[in-house]
């Protein structure tokens, strides 16, 4: 590629790598109320902590390469996410059916502490060469964060005796709320006379401010059956 004069290379080359994705079990148990309706419950594990990458040298996979510093920090700040979901559906009467459920998600992320020392996920990846020589170690302990996820939902149907059938469904979820700061902690200087310099005077920590976020959605649906 040629651009003002200047010629510019580009290599093309293939790369090729495996990813494993996490391990997860799926539980379920339902009740059936007769004609009335059905009771639900699901519960699924997902353990985060066994992603990882793999990489392709000299026509075999292996575990020591330039994913190093994304499968440990994997391995140590990822963990098991719990997802409970509950439901039911009852008829109403022969033609319309209504329906409800409630989800519950826990946060997979940790971090570690000691009391005197808290190191979370962006603290281990700088200072990853002095964890994977062994010159840091991580605390003892370690917590989930408590950011939970739910959602709920409400529906209703109908079918008619012969083809027709509409669905009606509104889910709303609700996420964690977050933290943001701008920008870093700052200070303010003055003028010192004696050194004709600036030097600092006051430190101030930078505002943050809570993001709430939650995701409403609805569907219709209308169709007729041949």
Not at 201 to 212: G, H, I, L, Q, S
């Given at each position: 590629i040629v651009y003002n004069n200047v010629i510019f290379r580009i290599f093309l080359f293939n790369y090729t790598y495996t990813y494993i994705t996490p391990q997860s079990l799926t539980l379920g148990l339902a009740y059936t109320l007769g004609y009335y309706g059905i009771l639900s419950f699901d519960y699924e594990l997902t353990d985060y902590s066994t992603i990882e990458y793999q990489e392709w040298e000299a026509d075999q996979y292996t575990f020591s390469s330039v994913f190093d510093q994304t499968n440990q920090s994997m391995k140590h700040f990822a963990g098991c996410r719990h997802e409970f979901r509950v439901g039911l559906e009852a008829n109403v009467t022969p033609f319309i059916s209504v329906r409800g459920d409630?989800?519950?998600?826990?946060?997979?992320?940790?971090?570690?502490?000691?009391?005197?020392?808290?190191?979370?996920?962006?603290?281990?990846?700088?200072?990853?060469?002095?964890?994977?020589?062994?010159?840091?170690t991580l605390p003892?302990?370690?917590?989930?964060?408590?950011?939970?996820?739910?959602?709920?939902?409400?529906?209703?149907?109908?079918?008619?005796?012969?083809?027709?059938?509409?669905?009606?469904?509104?889910?709303?979820?609700?996420?964690?709320?977050?933290?943001?700061?701008?920008?870093?902690?700052?200070?303010?200087?003055?003028?010192?006379?004696?050194?004709?310099?600036?030097?600092?005077?006051?430190?101030?920590?930078?505002?943050?401010?809570?993001?709430?976020?939650?995701?409403?959605?609805?569907?219709?649906?209308?169709?007729?059956?041949?």
């Open positions: 409630f989800t519950l998600s826990t946060c997979p992320e940790k971090f570690y502490s000691d009391g005197l020392e808290t190191v979370y996920y962006n603290d281990y990846v700088a200072g990853y060469d002095l964890y994977s020589l062994g010159q840091k003892m302990n370690s917590e989930y964060f408590k950011d939970n996820t739910h959602s709920f939902s409400l529906g209703v149907g109908y079918h008619s005796a012969r083809a027709f059938y509409a669905d009606l469904a509104v889910k709303n979820t609700v996420y964690p709320v977050q933290k943001y700061s701008p920008y870093g902690d700052y200070c303010t200087f003055k003028y010192n006379q004696t050194t004709d310099q600036y030097i600092q005077d006051k430190w101030y920590e930078a505002p943050t401010f809570d993001c709430v976020r939650s995701l409403f959605c609805a569907a219709l649906t209308i169709g007729w059956k041949f």
